[in-house]
């Protein structure tokens, strides 16, 4: 019997990526047809805007669309605007439409939303047109409108294609991935609540089993964020979950810190007393028991009365009126435990509106009506912005721009705009990454692998086609098996690059060029433009995962002194809180890359910064209801701490407790009067942020508190 027949492993698809792909060639062979029929020039530019804007998913396909359209129109207005009047000065002309495409890089890269896309392309669609034209700058307001019309062309076509034939809604893969960041922040919570009991938080198993809860949370935090960008453009029920599933995301990005600060509660208790106490193991027990069986709701206030009552053992007696002597516990330890069940009571609020708001998504994505239960906190979302990388990136396309076309006007190469053109989108297409250089460099391969693909169609098939439909029975064959590759995540820069080159390569015949020698010029000012992009990006701009992450921190900790220093009403919490939310996000994948050993310190220090302005807001909403004179110079000092790491003054990885004695006493004499109050709401939330102060900023303090209270410093 013959066996059957098997294609090699790299060209086996599955059937959503050749749906992709079929739909996405459909979209492309539709606008070039258009294109052709309305007598466009550049029919093959409406080709490979249908590619480059096509996605497997039909919601981000329309995300993309309109922005790109926009930005084509905005970059060919300023393109018509700036070559004429400047045609006759090629230096002037070229130093102009740099300055433009870096101006445009850098407020794309401020503005980390879809609507990117248009500043994006406003800028190097104008390298696209302007530096083509100056040759003939009479021709440049046709030139403009063909560009418009056809890259127009091409994103309707794609759109509706997308839209209309067997969309793709995200409905399942967002399910999917909230599915997942539940379970990876589940398992993390379950080591954190049954081992803990019986192996201990120093043992090496459990600090690696942590590491790698981390590592999983975190990724699952970013590929959420970058998905939700498009749900507002989704073709499925899921446009009427966005409210519900921002606040999940919200949600789910803020059980990291949370974590953190119960997994540090547990190491503390541990190393405080060589192990956890029996009420202490109990507990655990307990909330481990309400989490395997779902994190039912009827059951969730008898588990807070126990995680209540571990707060409560810690205070003095209270009959009648009488107070009856402490509970026989250190200071330390009765405010660990304190702060214990407060962070496991804010992680079991957390986890049952984790699933609540899923349940609504799910009853959302059915077509019913679901609660609105959007928190108007983190309505208003303030996300981070890096202004000096953006300023980086931006200098850095202009210095590869501005190279480029020096070298083209100083040799009077017939090509050379081409390679400007290409340094300017390369420079722009990785300014998100840390290092856009091995992308650009996957481009750079996939140009070079489709030099003999580009050969073979512009010498021997094209001269061959007479009509429409052969070009698409010729073109089918390479296109579809590209669109397979460029519709799989981890080959999708290597096949649209391929797609691109190709396409270059055809459109030399829609400028009656197709000859050996203008493909070879055209395609060594490709490799040119790319390599020039790749080399000053390099030099410039690239840098490490640990840079991001110490600049993102450095920013935290400007917002935190900044909250420290604050007055009394000043402090606006949700804002922070949206925007820390947002740099657990930026933050989590880069920590996490590093994160190879149990328990990183790297990893320790930044969850810290996490972790540290919630406990600031805390006792800034406490501020009217604490003694000023003991608070006001306790926050003094915090400020001035942040203050050091921005200035250099101070490492973050310095030991605080030798350089900030006096911060540490003052705290401690707040903590200490604190614990010697009546047992009140304000009480317990005071003394968990002064342990989580205590904890996030002196790390190595010993546990013995190390000032008695203070008289005249109390909770009224």
Known sequence: MSQPLLLPGFLRFNRAEWLFSVKTFAAAMLAMYLANRAGLPRPFWAMTAAYIVSNPLAGATRSKALYRFLGTLLGCTATVLIVPALANAPFLLSLVLSL????????????????????????????????????????LFDTAMARVQEIGLGILCASLVHAIVLPVGMSATLSGMLDRALGDAR????????PARTQGMVAPARREALSVDRRRLALDITQLRLLS????????????????????????????????????????????????????????????QWL??????????????????????????????????????????RALRIDLAARLDQLLLGWRACTVLRRDIEAGLAGHAAPLRRSAALGNRVLHRDVGMALLSAFAAVVAVG????????????????????????????????????AIHGFLVATLWSLPLGVLYMLVALPLIH????????????????????????????????????????ALHDTASADIASFLNTNLAQIVGIVAAARVTRLIRSVGTDWSAARIRRATWRDLAGMASARRGEVQPDAYAARMLDRIALLAPRVAAGDTQPGSPRTQRVLRDLRVGDDIAQLQQLRTRLPQAGLGGLLAGIAEVFRDRIAGRAEATSNEVERSPGLLRELDRMLASALQQMPRPDHRRAVAALVG????????????????????????
């Open 187 to 194: 398992t993390w919570l379950s080591d954190l609540l049954g």
């Open 693 to 716: 102060l205590r904890r996030n900023l002196f790390p190595e303090a010993p546990a013995a508190l190390a000032a008695a209270p203070v008289s005249g410093v109390s909770i009224p």
């Open 100 to 139: 433009w495409l870096g101006t445009c890089l850098f407020i794309s890269l401020l503005d980390r939303t879809p609507r990117s896309y248009v500043f994006m392309l406003a800028g190097y669609t104008a390298a696209l047109i302007g530096f083509p034209s100056v040759e003939a700058p009479n021709l």
């Open 403 to 438: 190279l480029c076309c020096f070298f083209w006007i100083y040799t009077g190469w017939p090509s050379g705009s081409v390679a400007a053109m290409m340094a300017g989108v390369f420079c722009s297409f990785f300014a998100t990454m840390d290092d856009p250089v091995p």
């Open 467 to 506: 009509d429409f439909g052969m070009l698409v029975l010729v073109c089918a064959p390479v296109f579809l098996v590209l669109g397979c590759y460029a519709g799989r995540p981890a080959t999708m820069l290597m096949g649209l690059g391929m797609v691109m080159g190709i396409s270059g390569s055809l």
């Open 229 to 288: 960008t498009h749900i507002p453009y989704d073709t499925s029920h899921v446009r009427w979950t966005a409210g519900a599933i921002r606040e999940m995301q919200d949600r789910i990005a803020a059980l990291t810190p949370t974590l953190s600060a119960l997994e540090d509660r547990l190491l503390a208790m541990e190393q405080d007393r060589g192990g956890l106490a029996p009420d202490v193991q109990d507990l655990l027990g307990s909330a481990a």
């Open 292 to 333: 395997e069986a779902g994190g039912d709701a009827a059951t969730l206030p008898v588990l807070r009365q126990q995680v209540q009552a571990l707060a409560d053992d810690s205070l003095p007696a209270i009959d009648d009126g009488f107070v009856g002597p402490p509970a026989p516990h250190s200071p330390w330890t």
